[in-house]
Antibody, heavy 121, light 107 residues
Framework: EVQLVQSGAEVKKPGESLKISCKGSGYSFTTYWIGWVRQVPGKGLEWMGIIFPGNSDTRYCPSFRGQVSISADTSITTAYLQWSSLKASDTAIYYC??????????????WGRGSLVTVSS | EIVLTQSPATLSLSPGERATLSCRAS??????LAWYQQKPGQAPRLLIY???NRATGIPARFSGSGSGTDFTLTISSLEPEDSAVYYC?????????FGGGTKVEIK
């Protein structure tokens, strides 16, 4: 069974750093893209970026490039989303999702349950 | 960046009625469009990929059609559990983008 298990909710102050995780299981972690999607409560879905763990190919949405960093550790089948300096506007639910094979990437067939990040002074 | 415009914003229908949701792209996607369903407090769920292919386990009342710039998600006979927000998403060109969503309410 394919599963994506995300790390728990976080409460941070502006300016702090944060790294959230997404552990994949039940499939070949290195042969599927993993993407990250933001959802501000009550709003729509925003694609942030995606990584192919097999070769570390990473693509970012221009709106998020330079604001976050996406990485993956194939030895523990885990993808990460990282901030170096959080802002209040980063408050949102962050979903990871499996994003297809290298040749057919970009459709998200399995999703994690989301990680709520709250940034408040 | 490809912009996806969904309409209507809200659809209010009775059980058993047919729902037709539209997604229009700012440039051609070929067939590379997916539809997702999101219920309150839940992660999105993939319904349709590559315009017309139902994902695993999705009931036959959900169908997708279209190509190029105009796409449609049809729910042939609404069930109470179909109350949700539906999003389209394109994978034709980086960056990937989502539409703004259509909320389906069941009367």
């Amino acid at each position: 069974e394919v599963q994506l298990v995300q790390s728990g909710a976080e409460v941070k102050k502006p300016g702090e750093s944060l790294k959230i995780s997404c552990k994949g299981s039940g499939y070949s972690f290195t042969t599927y893209w993993i993407g990250w999607v933001r959802q501000v409560p009550g709003k729509g879905l925003e694609w942030m970026g995606i990584i192919f763990p097999g070769n570390s190919d990473t693509r970012y949405c221009p709106s998020f490039r330079g604001q976050v960093s996406i990485s993956a550790d194939t030895s523990i089948t885990t993808a990460y989303l990282q901030w170096s300096s959080l802002k209040a506007s980063d408050t949102a639910i962050y979903y990871c999702a499996r994003g297809g094979t290298i040749a057919a990437g970009g459709t998200f067939d399995y999703w994690g349950r989301g990680s709520l990040v709250t940034v408040s002074s | 960046e490809i912009v996806l415009t969904q309409s209507p914003a809200t659809l209010s229908l009775s059980p058993g009625e047919r729902a037709t949701l539209s997604c229009r792209a700012s440039q051609s996607l070929s067939i590379y469009l997916a539809w997702y369903q999101q219920k309150p407090g839940q992660a999105p769920r993939l319904l349709i990929y590559d315009a017309s292919n139902r994902a695993t386990g999705i009931p036959a009342r959900f169908s997708g059609s279209g190509s190029g710039t105009d796409f449609t998600l049809t729910i042939s006979s609404l069930e109470p559990e179909d109350s949700a927000v539906y999003y389209c998403q394109q994978r034709s060109t980086w960056p990937l983008t989502f539409g703004g969503g259509t909320k389906v309410e069941i009367k």
